[in-house]
C-alpha cells in the first residue's frame, strides 16, 4: 500500500514540475500575434469611427433637455472626489496588471506554438486568411 502512495506521489509531483516549465512562443509566432492584434484594434477604431459619425447628428437633435442633464451630471461626476479617487485605483491596478497579462499571453503563445500549432496551425492560418478577405468588405481596418 505504502508503494502505491509512493508511487502516486512521485507522479504528481512529475506532473507539477512539468507544468512549471512552459515553453517560450517562437519569435515569428509572436510577431504575427501582434500584427493581427494590431489590425483588429484598427477594425475596432474604424468601426468606432464610423458609428460616431453615423450616430452623432441623430444624438444631437434627440432630447435636447435629457441630454443637457446628462452633460451636468458627468461634469459634477467628473469633480467628484470619490470618483477621481476610483479613476486612480483602477488605472494604477491596469498598470500593475499589465505585465502580469503579458506573461499570460507568453505562455499561452508557448503552449499554442509547442502543442496546438503543429496539429491544427495550417488550418487555423487558412480560415484566418479567408475571413480577412469578408471582414476587409464588412470591417476594414484603414479607410
Known amino acids: 500500500m505504502n508503494g502505491k502512495l509512493a508511487l502516486a ?3 504528481a509531483l512529475q506532473v507539477s514540475v512539468c507544468l512549471c516549465q512552459v515553453p517560450e512562443p517562437d519569435k515569428e ?21 464610423k458609428v460616431q459619425a453615423a ?3 441623430m444624438t444631437e437633435n434627440l432630447g435636447q433637455g435629457h441630454g443637457q442633464a446628462a452633460k451636468d451630471y458627468i461634469e459634477e461626476l ?15 491596478l491596469a498598470q500593475e496588471a499589465a505585465p502580469l497579462v503579458d506573461k499570460a499571453r507568453m505562455a499561452g503563445l508557448g503552449l499554442y506554438g509547442h502543442y496546438v500549432r503543429p496539429h491544427v496551425g ?14 476587409d468588405k464588412v470591417l476594414p481596418a484603414e479607410e
Open 9 to 11: 506521489l512521485v507522479l
Open 55 to 57: 450616430v452623432g447628428p
Open 78 to 92: 467628473q469633480g467628484n472626489p470619490k470618483f477621481l479617487s476610483a479613476v486612480k485605483i483602477g488605472t494604477g
Open 122 to 135: 495550417t488550418y487555423l492560418d487558412e480560415a484566418i486568411t479567408s475571413i480577412k478577405v469578408y471582414l
Open 29 to 49: 509566432l509572436v510577431e504575427k500575434y501582434e500584427a493581427m492584434k494590431s489590425v483588429f484594434y484598427k477594425r475596432l477604431m474604424n468601426a468606432y469611427s
